[in-house]
């Protein structure tokens, strides 16, 4: 059996994924991490992508896996396409869903205003509370303004460019929520059309959260293409 890793995203955690590895366990071994600083995890000295990337090496290493086929949803995606251009012999074939990729300092501006804790607990407190179990022992308002800092340095200099995707060579399938309502479809086509081996695919009937995703069509993408 091949080995899959799914990777999170921003703010999230290998829990919300339970689903999708029950779907994918039939034909895959599903490994899933939670980055450093998140579902739990003790932060490290950076909270960017680069130290993301680097959970994953790590993770790799901790299992003997020399390479591996990658699902990343949102932020996760971004990881596995920054890996495919730093570290590409540790990362075979890689579909993502809902990566933001256009970063500049007005959209990080406009996405940090999801992340105010304050807001949040005032607003949707329901949405505070699932925040603070998943994040647990951490202080979920701690991975909320560490993720916005992040955000405000991809704004200034973000990691990978339009150049950086013409020169991963790995087969890519590139995907969105047709109602997704954070990330466009035009950054998500120049990306596809920047890879030389990607291909692009949209869910239907399917919003930007993981909860909101048609489980079923997002299954049979991930299997298609890794088959």
């Not at 919300?16 to 980055?35: A, C, D, M, P, T």
């Not at 998943?134 to 955000?151: G, S």
């Not at 995907?175 to 692009?200: C, H, K, R, S, Y």
């Amino acid at each position: 059996m091949k080995n899959l890793l799914i990777l999170h995203g921003a703010i999230g955690s290998k829990d919300q994924f339970e689903l999708l590895k029950h779907q994918l366990v039939k034909k895959y071994n599903v490994h899933s991490i939670n980055f450093s600083g998140h579902g739990g995890e003790v932060f490290k000295s950076k909270f960017n992508i680069a130290q993301f990337a680097e959970d994953v090496l790590n993770y790799l290493n901790s299992k003997n896996i020399e390479s591996i086929d990658v699902f990343g949803y949102s932020m996760g995606g971004y990881v596995a396409l920054y890996l495919a251009k730093n570290a590409p012999k540790r990362i075979n074939k890689i579909i993502t869903l809902g990566t933001k990729f256009n970063w500049s300092p007005e959209i990080a501006q406009q996405e940090i205003k999801m992340l105010d804790a304050e807001k949040i607990e005032d607003k949707i407190p329901a949405f505070a509370e699932l925040l603070k179990s998943r994040h647990t022992p951490n202080n979920w308002k701690e991975v909320l303004a560490k993720t916005a800092e992040m955000m405000l340095e991809m704004g200034q200099n973000n990691p990978l460019t339009i150049n950086d995707y013409k020169t991963i060579q790995h087969q890519v399938k590139i995907g969105l929520a047709d109602q997704d309502e954070m990330v466009t479809l035009e950054e998500t086509m120049a990306v596809a059309n920047a890879i030389p081996n990607a291909l692009f695919y949209q869910l239907h009937n399917s919003k930007h959260p993981i909860e909101k995703v048609d489980m079923q069509q997002l299954t049979h993408e991930i299997m298609d293409f890794i088959n």
